[in-house]
């Protein structure tokens, strides 16, 4: 089932979500429901909070990112094929390597893209989809994806990164998505 994607302005948005335990009602259904809501509004993650649950819940698939791209550009990212996970009540371990920029986007803040400096590596302790404990590090296009979803569980978003003068400046906007002023081809829910 395709669920509504939270816009920019939901105070769920801002929270820091909780951890889950394996009896979390209907959990398996939701793993589900994420993934095809996701890729139905061809998102490459996409985390809890953004349908609404404030648990420390998202998915990723770069899998997908590589598909579309030739041998040189491949070459460019150490995670080359990708990641395609379900983590569940994630934490970081540690934040390594130098920070680097990429043009982000967020399906919660459509028709917004900012360069966002992040670290290169990430290390994260979270559950499986099988719920089995995970120690894993992540590099390249997958940590960006994953520091992205990351964000959201803790209550982040990715233009808390940028400059307050951009900021400032995209003020409006952000104003006309919380109010659904804004035309996005997937199922939103508006704050207003
Ligand atoms: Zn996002």
């Given at each position: 089932m395709i669920l509504p994607i939270v816009?920019?302005?939901?105070?769920?948005?801002?929270?820091?979500?909780?951890?889950?335990?394996?009896d979390y009602p209907g959990l398996e259904k939701l793993v589900t429901d994420m993934w095809e809501t996701m890729y139905a509004s061809n998102g490459v993650g996409?985390?809890?909070?953004?349908?609404?649950?404030?648990i420390r819940l998202f998915v990723v698939d770069t899998e997908q990112m590589f598909e579309g791209m030739d041998e040189d550009e491949k070459g460019e990212y150490p995670d080359n094929p990708g990641t395609k996970a379900v983590f569940i009540n994630a934490h970081i371990v540690s934040l390594d390597g130098e920070l680097w920029p990429y043009n982000e986007g967020c399906l919660s803040i459509p028709k917004i893209r900012e360069d966002?400096?992040?670290?290169?590596?990430?290390t994260l302790r979270y559950l499986d989809g099988q719920f089995e404990p995970q120690e894993k590090t992540f590099t390249g296009i997958s940590a960006r994806v994953i520091l992205h979803e990351y964000d959201?569980?803790?209550?982040k978003l990715f233009?808390?990164?940028i400059s307050q003068l951009k900021r400032k400046l995209m003020k409006g906007k952000l104003t006309d998505i919380?109010?659904?002023?804004?035309?996005?081809d997937y199922k939103m829910m508006f704050p207003q």
């Open positions: 816009a920019y302005g939901h105070p769920v948005l801002r929270q820091t979500a909780t951890d889950i335990d394996k996409l985390a809890a909070p953004q349908i609404n649950r404030s966002v400096n992040r670290n290169r590596e990430v959201h569980i803790d209550g233009i808390d990164h919380s109010k659904g002023k804004v035309r996005v």
